[in-house]
């Protein structure tokens, strides 16, 4: 029972079952049979197999919405800094957009809206979208009603300033409310948040360390995707060791952990601006400010709250890249071949033009069953380079196996030259 309740949650929601722990999984499970009437391990499988009402449930019976205002601190204020920094390069038209991902019930992105309305910023400067994969905890932090538990951190006078005491608990002010929009979504979705270079800050704390490091990985890349060039990304205490180094620097700051996606230079082939924004000073009235360590915060003309720590900018990610893209080849060799399609799918659109990355990417769409979207790939890669034998080849036996005989003499009368202009050795793709 337990194997498959783990299998059936670590592919709907790549919650990896050791790290919940049995006892909490089982006893989840035990609480969704008790409601569903049925004791019964194999009709409560059987229901969670066939009904995703019941899935979702069980997942937000399993999952663990611990959170509250201002956890741990420190995070705001290093975005209240970077909000800061960027105030003497801003433009009237930009917008700073923040991803609170896994959100929980609310308290994450709220406690990054105060932070933001705390640095002068106005409503229409900034934008919070915030994401959770339980449909019952976003429902609480749609409310916006609070427990003193919520209230267990060092908030300082946010919330005397922007909430109301009523019967119900401390109801939040709908300025701050407004300026977040909750989503239901799962980070590991393919569909998850399409785009690239959205976010100037992404927080996903507490998250990762339920997930197993192929999963992790997979996360990693698409939140990478989502960052503006130089874009700040938290995670948990815990998650330092989650995150891949080579696409990410850290800021080091004691008290939180925090990185910076590492720039790309013109000639990685990538431009995006960094937004930069109207903020006026921090006020003396306001919570974060005064938490400041004035000797460490050095607002200036630089943006990017790394360079406190003086460290030199790397100005390519392209060597970060390759070896992320030699990892997806031995995950796919692995058979993690969801994980390594997320890699390459992600890695073209950073770089659009790599004959090897297409090639794996159609490797991988055939080991996925996808034929026709395999043989486009392989088609690219062979664009990009006219010389890659093995994609030659591979058009080759494509060919023979629609019964293009033509077709497949040409891709091997190709191939076979680009053999002989390399020597008798195996020819392969130039990158
Ligand atoms: C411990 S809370 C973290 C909240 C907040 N980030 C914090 O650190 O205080 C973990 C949340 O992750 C959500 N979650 C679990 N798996 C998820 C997934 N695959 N995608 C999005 N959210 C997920 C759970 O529903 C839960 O609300």
């Known amino acids: 029972m337990l194997a498959a309740i783990e299998n059936i949650l670590g592919k709907a929601v790549g919650l990896h079952g050791a790290s919940i722990g049995p006892a909490s999984i089982m ?32 997942i937000d019976e399993v999952t663990v919405p611990e959170t509250w205002f201002f956890r741990d601190l420190e995070p705001f204020r290093l975005l209240a800094e970077h909000v800061a920094g960027q105030s003497s390069r801003a433009g009237q038209e930009s917008m700073f957009r923040v991803l609170s991902v896994p959100c929980s019930s609310g308290e994450e992105p709220y406690s990054i809206a105060i932070t933001l309305t705390d640095m002068g910023l106005s409503k229409d400067r900034f934008r ?82 339920y997930f197993d490091r192929p999963t992790q990985m997979k996360a990693i890349a698409k939140l990478y995707r989502l960052l503006v060039p130089e874009g700040m990304l938290f995670v948990g205490h815990a998650e330092g060791g989650c995150v891949d180094h080579r696409l990410f620097d850290v800021i080091k700051r004691t008290g939180t952990f925090a990185y910076r996606k590492k720039p790309v230079s013109p000639a ?9 924004l109207p903020v006026p000073a921090p006020s003396a009235s ?4 005064k938490k400041f360590d004035a000797k460490a915060w050095r607002p200036g003309p630089s943006p990017i709250p790394a ?7 790397v100005f390519s990610v392209s060597d970060a890249w390759e070896a992320l893209i030699k990892e997806a080849q031995q995950l796919a060799d ?25 090639y794996l990417l159609g490797l991988v769409y055939e080991a996925e069953g996808k034929i026709e979207r395999s043989r486009e790939m392989l088609q ?14 591979h058009l080759a036996l494509y060919a023979e196996q629609k019964g293009n005989m033509g077709a497949a003499a040409a891709y091997r009368d190709r191939a076979r ?9 195996v020819a392969r793709g130039r990158s």
């Not at 306001?286 to 400010?289: D, F, H, R, V």
């Not at 690219?380 to 080849?393: E, S």
């Not at 030259?417 to 050795?425: A, F, I, S």
């Open 27 to 58: 006893r989840a499970v035990r609480r969704r049979m008790e409601e569903c009437q049925t004791m019964d391990d194999d009709a409560y499988l059987g229901l969670l197999r066939s009904s995703s009402q019941e899935l979702q449930a069980l």
């Open 128 to 209: 919070i979208d915030a994401v959770d994969i339980s449909t019952r905890i976003l429902a609480r932090a749609r409310y916006a009603v609070y427990g003193r538990n919520s209230f267990r951190g060092d908030e300082g006078d946010a919330r005397d300033r922007y909430f109301s005491q009523t019967g119900k608990g401390y109801e939040l002010h709908h300025a701050i409310r407004d300026s977040v929009d909750f989503h239901h979504g799962n980070i590991l979705d393919d569909g998850f948040l399409p785009g690239s270079g959205i976010y100037n800050v992404v927080f996903c704390r507490n998250l990762l360390i």
């Open 268 to 276: 990685d082939g990538e431009s995006k601006p960094v937004a930069h």
């Open 286 to 289: 306001n919570t974060i400010s």
């Open 307 to 313: 360079r406190i720590d003086n460290k030199p900018v």
């Open 334 to 358: 692995q058979g993690e071949i969801g994980v390594a399609r997320v890699i390459c799918e992600d890695y073209l659109t950073y770089n659009s033009c790599s004959a090897p990355v297409h």
């Open 380 to 393: 690219k890669a062979v664009y990009l380079d006219p010389g890659h034998y093995q994609a030659l080849i």
């Open 417 to 425: 030259r680009v053999m002989e202009r390399n020597g008798m050795g």
